[in-house]
């Protein structure tokens, strides 16, 4: 019987999700490790009132804020928060500086439970970083971005794009990846079983398996794919996702 080679070819991805409304603290936009975003507070408000939302003053009065959210890992520690290439509106009486903090809530959302954490960012125009030391493992956090409304003359808050990134110890996770395994050689017609072995992936999702970019199967949860379909040069490949939130 004649032998057929096989190419294996591995792709695993991340789940991709729309951007959320995040003007408000419950909607906020997650943030996922070695991901940089660009966000905007165009057109957002702020929300005030006894514990609302935007009831702080740790370092400025928030104006028109927006919201990020992320979780830290099994352990926890430091992390960078990178803000990087505002791009202010120009428009007469409209400041053009950012206000920024980091908040741990022991209570989502509810201002009189924050507690700010690491610098505050007051009046930026640039590049800027905040600084958070012994962030608590599997902890959520919150930043949020406002526009800065002071000075002679100003009468609107800032309104502004800029690209943010979260790094460091306390937010790195191990590289998803896929191993497979299968005969080397075979006969047409033969039943073929490949076999993947998924690691360094929480929150996986099913197995998608193609034959020449084609899908032929879906496995929620069994690793295993059993063809008996494969001709001389087809390519075999797998996709998973891991990490639902990212």
Known sequence: MKGLQVIIYVFLSNLVFNQMPYNSCDKALEICPNTTININNFGANKTFCGGCEDDFN?????????????????????????FSNPAFEINPGQDVRYNASLIQANIPCNAVSYTEVGNCILAA??????????????????????GELEGIGITTAAEFSIDISVVGPAFNRPIPFINLGIATTICAGDLVAVLSDRGNCSDPGGFRWYINGILRAVTPTDSIFFTTELQDGDIVSVESSCFAMC
């Open 125 to 146: 125009n640039n590049n800027q970083t905040i600084t958070a030391t012994d962030l608590l493992p599997n902890t959520t956090y919150y930043i949020v971005i406002s």
């Open 58 to 82: 740790f370092c400025y009065q928030p104006t028109n804020t927006i919201w990020m959210k992320f979780t830290t890992n099994d352990i926890g520690g430091n992390v960078q928060i990178q």
